[in-house]
T-cell receptor, first 112, second 115 residues
Framework: IAGITQAPTSQILAAGRRMTLRCTQD?????MYWYRQDLGLGLRLIHY???????GKGEVPDGYSVSRANTDDFPLTLASAVPSQTSVYFC???????????FGQGTRLTVV | GENVEQHPSTLSVQEGDSAVIKCTYS??????FPWYKQELGKRPQLIID?????GEKKDQRIAVTLNKTAKHFSLHITETQPEDSAVYFC??????????????FGQGTILTVHP
């Protein structure tokens, strides 16, 4: 692994199903973020974590949950997917407060 | 929490012209303001950033200015080239209060540079 990796890269999901998007970084970054990107709405923060063991809610947290059991991993779970969660999801990480955030390659999720 | 507004949503310029994108933020505790460029189908990548103790920063054809009092910051691209065509995002990092640790993005600007 080099940098920050997301899995899967794309997924078609039936409404009502549970889904976990994976994010792993090997840069030992403290901060990690999940964003969703929708046309015309930019990158909206879903959840974030300043350090392992802590998480916080962003602008659009409803329907999503996260955990940060260790420094490297920050999975995003959709408990019961709905069509409005169709989006491109980006995970990002940064070394410490107020430094460059590096993005994963994104996950394109379609809920049908 | 932090709110970042970005304008314009689309910007079309001729090659060689300058382009300016403006952002405002609401959280006075924000202290770090990066700009990201996203090409079609790719991930956002940092192009320049500025901290709250600096008023202006330049990197070749790109510059960013920050007015803390007015809570706005701007991206300036001079001598634009077709390869500058992309979506540009501003962001603000909240360093205090209940929004501590949040990195909030603007809505994005689609920049098109015509040859």
């Amino acid at each position: 692994i080099a940098g920050i990796t997301q899995a899967p890269t794309s997924q078609i999901l039936a409404a009502g199903r549970r889904m976990t998007l994976r994010c792993t970084q090997d840069m030992r970054h403290n901060a990690m973020y999940w964003y969703r990107q929708d046309l015309g709405l930019g990158l909206r923060l879903i959840h974030y974590s300043n350090t392992a063991g802590t998480t916080g809610k962003g602008e659009v947290p409803d329907g999503y949950s996260v955990s940060r059991a260790n420094t490297d991993d920050f999975p995003l779970t959709l408990a019961s997917a709905v069509p409005s969660q169709t989006s491109v999801y980006f995970c990002a990480s940064s070394d410490r407060d107020g430094t460059e955030a590096f993005f994963g390659q994104g996950t394109r999720l379609t809920v049908v | 929490g932090e709110n970042v507004e970005q304008h314009p949503s689309t910007l079309s310029v001729q090659e060689g012209d300058s382009a300016v994108i403006k952002c405002t933020y609401s959280d006075s505790a924000s202290n770090y303001f990066p700009w990201y460029k996203q090409e079609l189908g790719k991930r956002p990548q940092l192009i320049i950033d500025i901290r709250s103790n600096v008023g202006e920063k330049k990197d070749q054809r790109i510059a960013v200015t920050l007015n803390k009092t007015a809570k706005h910051f701007s991206l300036h691209i001079t001598e634009t080239q077709p390869e500058d065509s992309a979506v540009y995002f501003c962001a603000a990092f909240s360093a205090g209060g209940t929004s501590y640790g949040k990195l909030t993005f603007g809505q994005g600007t689609i920049l098109t540079v015509h040859p």
